[in-house]
Structures are given as structure tokens and as C-alpha cells.
């Protein structure tokens, strides 16, 4: 087999490139893959210190947002309302999430929650009134609705006895107020409310819960009349009352108060939106302080004891546990000058914010086993593996007391997980190998196609010469007989001029099959598109070539119906017509026939060439079509071509969106069929 020039160095590339380095890697990495468990191992040590790298930094991270944000935080405390009209506008507060409470100090005063300070310097002394047996069974059967008119005549005969001391006479006020509400009497119930509030001798009996619910009832009373303005003012009122009084004894019950005053003006359905957001900021701000300040008095004694702990740490952090309850101090240098700020951590929503991101730096670590417990050996993250073997543990946050335990993998795992790789291994490069061997062959098969080609090419341009040089040698040759007066008889001359004209004629039409394959090579950019009449078309080339088959002495007949159009190039198609009924007569030994038909199906325009010629064998049929290739040398030895005819017949198929089959046998002959779209 000879090849191009440049065939040689390809393959020597090919294989010194490719195919010697992939054997010798192929080896190398048989080797290497004997090794994979023990760099299990050794990955294994490097992915926990990686691990427990970002482990750390992702939690202190995380911490140390929660801290910046709490000192973000402490300049807005500077901010909160002291009066009326501070609180019935939109207050600054930042919220941190995973802290419950913040209390701000500066130089050992409080300044937040500042709205009842004095419980940080004193302990109030509460007032409790004691009911006797009578007003106990009273209330009992008041509650149970037993013996209610009993009730009511004992109450109005104790009203009016003058032997009561001022607190059963209060007692029983009381009870008579309330049974007034019950029946929505509620003028005589205001009046007893009145009556009460207004005797000062009566005010030691009224604890600060009694008092905060007898106004309670006054407001709810209003409500119930639908005195919202009466209502509304004495909401305020008491507010204002509240914000000037230096003490207050009950947090709670405060507390209690007014959200259950606010809570019902805002659920007046026909309030004003500018007096439902004044109520509304209201409630938020003083709700605000009231929950801090209740906290505050919960832990007194803890966090009197935190600001003037000693024991601060260099960085200005201090975390302690009061109970179940965490705190850290933050001071100088994270805060200015004296100022001192202590924050009461959510425990549960500080530990999932820090083990969220935790759990997000794991998703990237699935190999690694490991646990992050707490001071109490309580589970917060990751799952014990079988075996539990502690690789390593590491001290992870001082505030909370964690601990990273990471475990050691088992041998069984170490050699799975080698074991795998070393599938993966295999299997990448038993797809290395059948890909070279797979890209050989191909190489190989497309080298043997290109010699095929050149061959062809040769084989062609050896075919087209002496094709343009045997008609060419005929002209000279009879033109310059008659030119020198060779030829005198007219017989003669009318004979060569003759074979002149076939001869000009083979010539055009050879050059004519190598220019249409040249433009055909451009596409259809270069094609002239219009409607065309086909069977007019094939009726024209049809009765031009008649007489070559007659003077070869085959039988040509046909069947050609008209007024069948087609969009297309009339040049092409002309082309392909003549191309497929000139191999019919060139193939087709006499007294052989031919049979060239063409008409409309199932909106198809079929043309079709029959010939009772050499036929084409099965094994040639698929490559009849391509470039320059022609038939065995047994059958087309005596038969001149280009190899193109038929290769402009497929490219002009192509270009027009057509179709084309062939039925073939050897000595029996062929069948062309071509099925164009037919124009609506």
C-alpha cells in the first residue's frame, strides 16, 4: 500500500505520541494503584487536620459575628425612649440573633433597661393582703356559681356592718365589684372603683396588683361601653404615671397591664392609622423594657455580681453559666472607655446558629466522622460511628465549652475505600486503552480512506485526460485533413465534420460534468431557484438523447406526464435527468432496454430511470455516489466516465430536499428513483 507524503510521519506520531506514552502510564499506573490504601491512610490524616481547621475557623467565625453584632448593637441602647412621646415613636433597636436580652453599664450605672433602675440598687419590699376564711368561701362560691344569692346578701350585709377592719371592708368591695361587672352594671361598678381609689386610708390595703387591676377593670368597663376615647386616654394617663413614679413593685403584673390595655385599643377595628401606629410603637418600646427589665430582676444578683467581676479576661470577653442560662461581659477594648455590656444568650438559637455553620462546612466532609459535644457529653453534632475510636479531640469555643471529637476510620473502611479507587483506577484506564485502541482503528480506517481518495483522485484526473484528449486528438486530426485539402470527395468531409461535432460535443459535455460538480461544490447559495415543470424538463433531455440509444440499438420507451412542478435549479436538474438516462445507455448492452418515466404520488413528483443493463453489485451500491468512484474494472473496462455523474446526482438530490433510491442485481439491471416535493 503506498501512502502521501505526509502518511508516515502522522503514524509515527501517532504512535510514538500516543500510544507509547498510554502504555507506559498504563504500567506505571498498575503500579501506583497496588499503593491505594495506604494513601487512604495517609489522606485520611491530612482531610482531619483540614477538617478540624475549618472546623475551628468556621465557628469562631461565627461567634465572633454574633459579638461584632452585639456591639453594633449596644449604641443603639443609648437610644431608647424616656418619656411619653419618646415611646409613642418608632425606637432604634437592634436585635441579635441568638441573644435574649442585652443590659448596658457605664461606669457601673445602668443605662439600659433605665426604665426602672432602681431594682438594680434595691430590693423593693411587696405589700400582700391576707384574706380570712369568710372571703375565701365567698370567693370560692362566687367562682362556682354555688350559692350566688347567699353571696350577694352576705357581701351587701357586710358593706354596711360597721365592725370590719378597712381590710375586709376592702375584700369585700371587691367582691361586689366584681359581681357588678358579671352583670354589667357598670356604673355602680365605677362608682365602687372610685370610691376605693379615692379614700386614701384604703391605699395601704391596695397592693400595686390590686391597684393595676382595679384599673384594669375601669379600662375594660370603657371597652365595654365603647368609651374608646375615655379609654385610650386613660391608657395613656396611666403610661405617664408609670414613666414619672420612681418605683414599681411588680414587674410582671405591669407588664401584664399594660400589654392587655394596648392589646385591646389595637384591636378597635375603626382606629385611626395614625393613633393605631402611635399605640403600636407604644407597645413595642415599653413591652421592650419591660421584658429586658424583668430579666434584669430575674439574675440581680448574678449580674451584680458579673459587672464587678475582676476577672475580666485581657480581650475584654468573660462568659459565665448562671443555672441553665449563659452570659457573656463585654468591655474595654471592644466597648469605649467604662462602658460595660452584658448580653443573655438564646442557648438553643446561639448553639444552631453556630451548628448551622458547622453543618455546612461538613457536607463538604462525608468521609469524616466526627462529633462536637458539649460540657455535658451531650451529642450537638454529627453521628457516632460503630467502634466510636477517638482519633483526636480539640477544645472547640470557651464560651459554650465544646468539644470536637473526631474518630478513626477501621481498616474494613480504609481498604473499601482503597478498593474503590482502585475500581475507578482500573476503569479509567481500561478506557484509556480502548479509546487509543478504538482511535487506532479509526486512525488507521481514515488513513486507508485517504488513500482511497488520492487513489481515486489519480485515477480520475488520469480519466479526465485521456477523456479531454482523445476527443481533442480527433479534431485536430480530422480539421487539419479537410484544412490542408486532404479531403476532396463531400462524402468525406460531410463525414468528418460529422465526427467533429460528436467528438465537440463528448468534449463539452465532459467539461460541462466537471463545472457543474464545481459549482455545486459552493452549495445551494450558488443554484438559481424557480418553479420548473419537470416532466417538461425530462421530456426535452429524454427526445435529445434518443438517438445515442437508437444508434447503440437499445429499446428506449418512456411514460412522461406534464405540468408536474417542482422549485429548483433548472441547470442542476437538468444535470441530474441527464446524468442518470446517459448511464442507463452507457451501462445497458444491446438489444437491452430503458424506461424513463415520470409522475405525481401522494404529492410527490417520482422520476424514475429503468434499464435492463450490467446492474451494480450489492457490495458497490453504497459507495456509487461518492466522489470520483467508479465500478469494478470487470465492468466498466470498455465504459469512459469521470466518476462524477453520479455524485452531482446525490449533491443535486441534497440541494433540492429530494430523495433517491436504487434496486440493483448483477446482470439484471437498475433502477434509479428520485422523489421530489411537489410545489402547492
Same mark, same amino acid.
Given at each position: 500500500?503506498?501512502?502521501?507524503?505526509?502518511?508516515?510521519?502522522?503514524?509515527?506520531? $501517532?504512535?510514538?505520541?500516543?500510544? /507509547?506514552?498510554?502504555?507506559?502510564?498504563?504500567?506505571?499506573?498498575?503500579?501506583?494503584?497496588?499503593?491505594?490504601?495506604?494513601?487512604?491512610?495517609?489522606?485520611?490524616?491530612?482531610?482531619?487536620?483540614?477538617?478540624?481547621?475549618?472546623?475551628?475557623?468556621?465557628?469562631?467565625?461565627?461567634?465572633?459575628?454574633? /459579638? +461584632?453584632?452585639?456591639?453594633?448593637?449596644?449604641?443603639?441602647?443609648?437610644?431608647?425612649?424616656?418619656?411619653?412621646?419618646?415611646?409613642?415613636?418608632?425606637?432604634?433597636?437592634?436585635?441579635?440573633?441568638g441573644?435574649?436580652?442585652? $443590659?448596658?453599664?457605664?461606669?457601673?450605672?445602668?443605662?439600659?433597661?433605665n426604665?426602672?433602675?432602681?431594682?438594680?440598687?434595691?430590693?423593693?419590699?411587696?405589700?400582700h393582703?391576707?384574706?380570712?376564711?369568710?372571703?375565701?368561701? /365567698?370567693?370560692?362560691?362566687?367562682?362556682?356559681n354555688?350559692?350566688?344569692?347567699?353571696?350577694?346578701a352576705?357581701?351587701?350585709?357586710?358593706?354596711?356592718?360597721? $365592725?370590719?377592719?378597712?381590710?375586709?371592708?376592702?375584700?369585700?368591695?371587691?367582691?361586689?365589684?366584681?359581681?357588678?361587672?358579671?352583670?354589667?352594671?357598670y356604673e355602680?361598678?365605677?362608682?365602687?372603683?372610685? @370610691?376605693?381609689?379615692?379614700?386614701?386610708?384604703?391605699?395601704?390595703?391596695?397592693?400595686?396588683?390590686?391597684?393595676?387591676? #382595679?384599673?384594669l377593670?375601669?379600662?375594660?368597663?370603657?371597652?365595654?361601653?365603647?368609651?374608646?376615647?375615655?379609654?385610650?386616654?386613660?391608657?395613656?394617663?396611666?403610661?405617664?404615671?408609670?414613666?414619672?413614679?420612681?418605683?414599681?413593685?411588680?414587674?410582671?403584673?405591669?407588664?401584664?397591664?399594660?400589654?392587655?390595655?394596648?392589646?385591646?385599643?389595637?384591636?378597635?377595628?375603626?382606629?385611626?392609622?395614625?393613633?393605631?401606629?402611635?399605640?403600636?410603637?407604644?407597645?413595642?418600646?415599653?413591652?421592650?423594657?419591660?421584658?429586658?427589665?424583668? &430579666?434584669?430582676?430575674?439574675?440581680?444578683?448574678?449580674?451584680?455580681?458579673?459587672?464587678?467581676?475582676?476577672?475580666?479576661?485581657?480581650?475584654?470577653?468573660?462568659?459565665?453559666?448562671?443555672?441553665?442560662?449563659?452570659?457573656?461581659?463585654?468591655?474595654?477594648?471592644?466597648?469605649?472607655?467604662?462602658?460595660?455590656l452584658?448580653?443573655?444568650?438564646?442557648?438553643?438559637?446561639?448553639?444552631?446558629?453556630?451548628?448551622?455553620?458547622?453543618k455546612?462546612?461538613?457536607?463538604?466532609?462525608?468521609s469524616?466522622?466526627?462529633?462536637?459535644?458539649?460540657?455535658?457529653?451531650?451529642i450537638l453534632?454529627?453521628?457516632?460511628?460503630?467502634?466510636?475510636?477517638?482519633?483526636?479531640?480539640?477544645?472547640?469555643?470557651?464560651?459554650?465549652n465544646?468539644?470536637?471529637?473526631?474518630?478513626?476510620?477501621n481498616? &474494613?473502611?480504609?481498604?473499601?475505600?482503597?478498593?474503590?479507587? &482502585?475500581?475507578?483506577?482500573?476503569?479509567?484506564?481500561?478506557?484509556?486503552l480502548?479509546?487509543?485502541?478504538?482511535?487506532?482503528?479509526?486512525?488507521?480506517?481514515?488513513?486507508l480512506?485517504? +488513500?482511497?481518495?488520492?487513489?481515486?483522485?489519480?485515477?480520475?484526473?488520469?480519466?479526465?485526460?485521456?477523456?479531454?484528449?482523445?476527443?481533442?486528438?480527433?479534431?485536430? @486530426?480530422?480539421s487539419?485533413?479537410?484544412?490542408?485539402?486532404?479531403? +476532396?470527395?463531400?462524402?468525406?468531409?460531410?463525414?468528418?465534420?460529422? #465526427?467533429?461535432g460528436?467528438?465537440?460535443?463528448?468534449?463539452?459535455?465532459?467539461?460541462?460534468a466537471i463545472?457543474?460538480?464545481?459549482?455545486?461544490?459552493?452549495?445551494?447559495?450558488?443554484?438559481?431557484?424557480e418553479?420548473i415543470?419537470?416532466?417538461?424538463?425530462?421530456?426535452?433531455?429524454?427526445n435529445?438523447?434518443?438517438?445515442?440509444?437508437?444508434e447503440?440499438?437499445?429499446?428506449?420507451?418512456?411514460?412522461?406526464?406534464?405540468?408536474?412542478?417542482?422549485?429548483?435549479?433548472?441547470?442542476?436538474?437538468?444535470?441530474?435527468?441527464?446524468?442518470?438516462?446517459?448511464?442507463a445507455i452507457?451501462?445497458?448492452?444491446?438489444?437491452?432496454?430503458?424506461?424513463?418515466?415520470?409522475?405525481?404520488?401522494?404529492?410527490?413528483?417520482?422520476?424514475?430511470? =429503468?434499464?435492463?443493463?450490467?446492474?451494480?453489485?450489492?457490495?458497490?451500491?453504497?459507495?456509487? $455516489?461518492?466522489?470520483?468512484?467508479r465500478?469494478?474494472?470487470?465492468?466498466?473496462?470498455?465504459?469512459?466516465?469521470?466518476?462524477?455523474? /453520479?455524485? =452531482?446526482?446525490?449533491?443535486?438530490?441534497?440541494?433540492?430536499?429530494?430523495?433517491?433510491?436504487?434496486?440493483?442485481?448483477?446482470?439484471?439491471?437498475?433502477?434509479?428513483?428520485?422523489?421530489?416535493?411537489?410545489?402547492?
Amino acid at each position: 500500500m503506498k501512502f502521501s507524503k505526509n502518511n508516515p510521519f502522522i503514524i509515527a506520531f $501517532f504512535f510514538v505520541g500516543i500510544i /507509547l506514552p498510554t502504555t507506559i502510564l498504563s504500567v506505571l499506573s498498575f503500579r501506583n494503584i497496588q499503593n491505594e490504601t495506604f494513601l487512604a491512610k495517609k489522606n485520611f490524616e491530612e482531610n482531619i487536620t483540614s477538617f478540624k481547621k475549618e472546623i475551628t475557623e468556621g465557628v469562631l467565625d461565627e461567634e465572633l459575628k454574633i /459579638l +461584632q453584632e452585639s456591639k453594633a448593637a449596644s449604641a443603639f441602647l443609648y437610644e431608647q425612649p424616656k418619656n411619653l412621646l419618646d415611646y409613642s415613636k418608632t425606637s432604634s433597636y437592634m436585635s441579635v440573633e441568638g441573644v435574649n436580652a442585652f $443590659f448596658l453599664f457605664n461606669n457601673k450605672k445602668i443605662i439600659y433597661p433605665n426604665i426602672i433602675s432602681h431594682f438594680y440598687y434595691e430590693t423593693p419590699q411587696f405589700s400582700h393582703s391576707t384574706y380570712t376564711s369568710l372571703e375565701q368561701h /365567698l370567693f370560692i362560691n362566687e367562682k362556682t356559681n354555688k350559692s350566688i344569692h347567699e353571696v350577694k346578701a352576705t357581701r351587701s350585709i357586710r358593706f354596711i356592718q360597721p $365592725f370590719q377592719t378597712q381590710s375586709e371592708r376592702t375584700q369585700n368591695t371587691l367582691g361586689i365589684i366584681r359581681e357588678h361587672y358579671r352583670s354589667k352594671n357598670y356604673e355602680e361598678a365605677l362608682q365602687l372603683i372610685s @370610691m376605693l381609689q379615692e379614700q386614701p386610708e384604703q391605699q395601704g390595703f391596695l397592693n400595686n396588683k390590686l391597684k393595676e387591676s #382595679l384599673q384594669l377593670l375601669r379600662f375594660e368597663i370603657l371597652m365595654e361601653q365603647k368609651k374608646y376615647n375615655e379609654a385610650q386616654n386613660l391608657s395613656l394617663n396611666e403610661l405617664n404615671y408609670f414613666l414619672k413614679r420612681p418605683q414599681i413593685t411588680d414587674i410582671s403584673s405591669t407588664r401584664f397591664f399594660f400589654e392587655s390595655i394596648f392589646n385591646q385599643i389595637l384591636s378597635i377595628e375603626n382606629l385611626e392609622k395614625e393613633k393605631r401606629e402611635t399605640f403600636w410603637n407604644i407597645r413595642e418600646n415599653l413591652s421592650r423594657q419591660l421584658i429586658h427589665s424583668e &430579666k434584669l430582676y430575674n439574675k440581680l444578683d448574678f449580674l451584680q455580681n458579673l459587672i464587678h467581676d475582676k476577672q475580666n479576661s485581657d480581650e475584654g470577653l468573660l462568659y459565665r453559666f448562671d443555672g441553665d442560662d449563659l452570659y457573656f461581659k463585654m468591655s474595654y477594648p471592644w466597648l469605649f472607655g467604662d462602658q460595660v455590656l452584658i448580653a443573655q444568650i438564646d442557648l438553643d438559637k446561639y448553639q444552631n446558629r453556630i451548628l448551622s455553620k458547622v453543618k455546612n462546612i461538613s457536607k463538604e466532609w462525608k468521609s469524616i466522622h466526627y462529633t462536637i459535644t458539649n460540657a455535658n457529653d451531650s451529642i450537638l453534632s454529627g453521628v457516632l460511628p460503630p467502634g466510636e475510636i477517638i482519633f483526636e479531640k480539640h477544645f472547640l469555643e470557651a464560651g459554650l465549652n465544646w468539644t470536637l471529637n473526631l474518630y478513626q476510620k477501621n481498616q &474494613k473502611e480504609f481498604n473499601k475505600e482503597g478498593l474503590q479507587k &482502585k475500581i475507578l483506577l482500573y476503569g479509567l484506564i481500561a478506557f484509556s486503552l480502548l479509546t487509543v485502541i478504538f482511535g487506532s482503528f479509526f486512525m488507521l480506517r481514515f488513513l486507508l480512506q485517504e +488513500q482511497k481518495l488520492l487513489t481515486m483522485k489519480s485515477n480520475f484526473l488520469s480519466s479526465v485526460s485521456h477523456e479531454l484528449k482523445t476527443p481533442l486528438t480527433s479534431i485536430k @486530426m480530422f480539421s487539419e485533413m479537410m484544412a490542408k485539402g486532404r479531403v +476532396q470527395k463531400t462524402e468525406k468531409i460531410q463525414e468528418y465534420s460529422t #465526427l467533429i461535432g460528436k467528438e465537440s460535443t463528448r468534449l463539452e459535455n465532459l467539461i460541462g460534468a466537471i463545472l457543474n460538480y464545481t459549482r455545486m461544490e459552493h452549495g445551494s447559495a450558488a443554484f438559481k431557484w424557480e418553479v420548473i415543470d419537470l416532466g417538461l424538463c425530462v421530456e426535452h433531455i429524454y427526445n435529445s438523447m434518443l438517438d445515442i440509444a437508437i444508434e447503440k440499438k437499445l429499446n428506449i420507451d418512456s411514460h412522461i406526464k406534464k405540468s408536474l412542478f417542482i422549485m429548483g435549479d433548472f441547470t442542476s436538474l437538468y444535470s441530474l435527468v441527464q446524468n442518470l438516462i446517459e448511464n442507463a445507455i452507457k451501462y445497458t448492452n444491446p438489444p437491452g432496454s430503458i424506461f424513463v418515466e415520470i409522475y405525481e404520488e401522494d404529492e410527490k413528483i417520482i422520476f424514475s430511470v =429503468i434499464d435492463t443493463g450490467i446492474g451494480i453489485p450489492m457490495s458497490e451500491q453504497k459507495n456509487i $455516489f461518492n466522489d470520483f468512484y467508479r465500478v469494478g474494472d470487470e465492468m466498466t473496462r470498455s465504459t469512459k466516465g469521470s466518476g462524477l455523474g /453520479l455524485a =452531482i446526482v446525490k449533491r443535486v438530490v441534497e440541494t433540492h430536499k429530494a430523495s433517491i433510491s436504487l434496486q440493483s442485481r448483477v446482470g439484471k439491471g437498475s433502477t434509479f428513483t428520485v422523489r421530489f416535493k411537489k410545489v402547492r
